[in-house]
């Protein structure tokens, strides 16, 4: 059985043999237990996503987007969230959406332990537009791609390469991770059952994820961007600024 960090005992290892009376016995299988841990998170993005409309909308209005307009929109989950169709309807007939979806590459680097120089879990490198042409796009819009760049610095960088100047960058993320979300977590007993029964089985903790904060993105991206913003509702965070 998984142990939790430093070894404390895992909720799975106080379940009792009435419980198996009611679910079955393959409650105590780890195997199962590992497997239904992960697929809790499965539909996450595309739900909390639709909660998060009245931010969206916000977002888009950030972006500056135009008829017309060719828009790169890098992320996870990008069609089942909804946000190739709201571009789409956004720059009209006449603009264009080209869009990257890491989602299984994220969910491949977080399989497999993968971590960065600072022991960040499930980063890596965005090298998805190396063969893009400078200034390809008007706008590139980051939705839920955020956590797991290995160096927004150096991501950062690329990005703003393959957009025109004068426009926005806009990037969201609902967040895992952050500390404010841990110190919530850890201030209900609920929360922090629920919490630690979900990664017990996979053998990492949510303080482990990638987790850069407005503050990381504004350090990133000095002197590449200007006129930059931030917000947060709810967990979801947003950072945006114009190429100068």
Not at 99 to 104: A, L, P, R
Not at 218 to 227: K, T
Not at 230 to 235: A, I, M
Request: aromatic fraction near 12%; glycine fraction near 10%.
């Amino acid at each position: 059985m998984p142990r939790s960090e430093k070894g404390k005992v895992t909720p799975w290892e106080l379940m009792q043999a009435f419980d198996a009376d009611r679910f079955g016995a393959d409650i105590f299988d780890s195997a199962q237990q590992s497997r239904w841990s992960r697929a809790i998170f499965l539909g996450g993005l595309p739900y909390m996503w639709r909660m998060a409309r009245p931010v969206l909308r916000i977002v888009y209005d950030l972006a500056e987007i135009r008829p017309g307009d060719r828009v790169l929109l890098f992320g996870e989950s990008l069609e089942s969230c909804g946000f190739i169709a709201d571009l789409k309807e956004l720059v009209g007939p006449a603009g264009e959406v080209e869009s990257i979806d890491i989602q299984e590459d994220a969910r491949n680097a977080v399989a497999s332990g993968k971590r960065d120089a600072g022991g960040r879990l499930g980063t890596f490198r965005y090298d998805y537009t190396s063969e893009t042409a400078d200034g390809a796009f008007d706008i590139v819009l980051n939705l839920q791609g955020v956590q797991h760049s290995h160096d927004w610095r150096e991501t950062g960088r690329e990005f703003l390469r393959v957009m025109k100047a004068g426009r926005r960058l806009v990037m969201a993320e609902i967040v895992l991770g952050s500390p404010e979300q841990l110190w919530k977590i850890k201030s209900d007993l609920h929360l922090q059952h629920l919490i630690d029964k979900l990664y017990a089985p996979r053998g990492f903790t949510l303080s482990d994820y990638a987790y850069y904060s407005p503050v990381d993105l504004e350090r990133a991206f000095a002197g590449l961007l200007a006129d930059t913003g931030n917000l947060e509702w709810r967990g979801l965070e947003v950072f945006w600024g114009r190429k100068p």
